[in-house]
């Protein structure tokens, strides 16, 4: 991978993840991440739409006028959001019935239209399509971290009913924790602000260590001697 797409992946995954540093779909982020499985499900579903409507829309930006560029977008990206909704509804009803209209809702997700209209539409089809995954990949990193968080601190259990999104050979991963009662808090609304509140310190903490980092390397060794 060279340097330019490199770039493009560590923005996606860290650097400019969608929750953890754009702070957008908040929606997704604190309805569905009641589990880890719930989180991992929508993202997956939102990387899907990514990658695919970043390519269209890369495709077509010579061919769109910047006058009905917005509609067209939202059209095409509704459009795939369709097949979406009905493949899960299809295949894996279960987890359907569970993330219900939150699936039909990213159409409206801020992330995929944000980068259509700030990388897509200015960039070629192959980098737009590495942008879609990167982005999307830390979509449902930060889903199912967040997911994750909750559902052990609330239930005592994680991934919980994996098997409905995975397949029944991925039961394995739902894991419960023998006497613990869950904590009600952390199911609730106020208890997904909390955890993403405390990850996002977590993250800024390991970025200001980071940045540190190098400057104390640089720094010579008998500089704060007299």
């Avoid at 969608?18 to 990387?47: D, E, H, I, K, R």
């Avoid at 959001?81 to 801020?110: P, Q, R, S």
């Avoid at 942008?131 to 979509?139: E, H, I, S, Y």
Wanted: proline letters at 4%; aromatic letters at 6%; hydrophobic letters at 55%.
């Amino acid at each position: 991978m060279n340097s330019p797409l490199a770039g493009i992946v560590k923005d996606g995954l860290w650097h400019q993840n969608v929750v953890f540093a754009q702070l957008l779909a908040m929606c997704p982020t604190m309805a569905v991440t009641t589990s880890g499985t719930n989180g991992l499900g929508m993202g997956l579903a939102t990387t899907a739409v990514l990658v695919v409507s970043n390519v269209l829309v890369s495709a077509i930006r010579h061919t769109v006028s910047a006058q009905v560029r917005i509609p067209v977008f939202v059209v095409l990206i509704a459009g795939l959001v369709t097949i979406v909704d009905m493949a899960m509804n299809a295949w894996l009803h279960e987890l359907y019935k569970v993330l219900g209209l939150f699936i039909a809702l990213i159409v409206v997700n801020c992330a995929i239209l944000g980068r259509a209209e700030a990388f897509a539409v200015k960039a070629g089809p192959l980098a737009a399509a590495v942008d879609g995954l990167a982005m999307g990949l830390g979509f449902t990193g930060a889903l199912t971290l967040i997911g994750l968080v909750r559902e052990f601190l609330g239930a005592g259990t994680l991934f919980a009913q994996a098997s409905n999104l995975l397949g029944p050979s991925f039961a394995f991963l739902e894991l419960r924790l023998p006497g613990y009662g869950g904590m009600l808090l952390m199911i609730l609304p106020p208890g997904a602000f909390a955890v993403l509140g405390f990850l996002l310190a977590g993250k800024r903490l390991l970025e200001r260590r980071a940045a540190a980092r190098p400057a104390a390397e640089a720094a010579p060794a008998g500089s704060g001697c007299c």
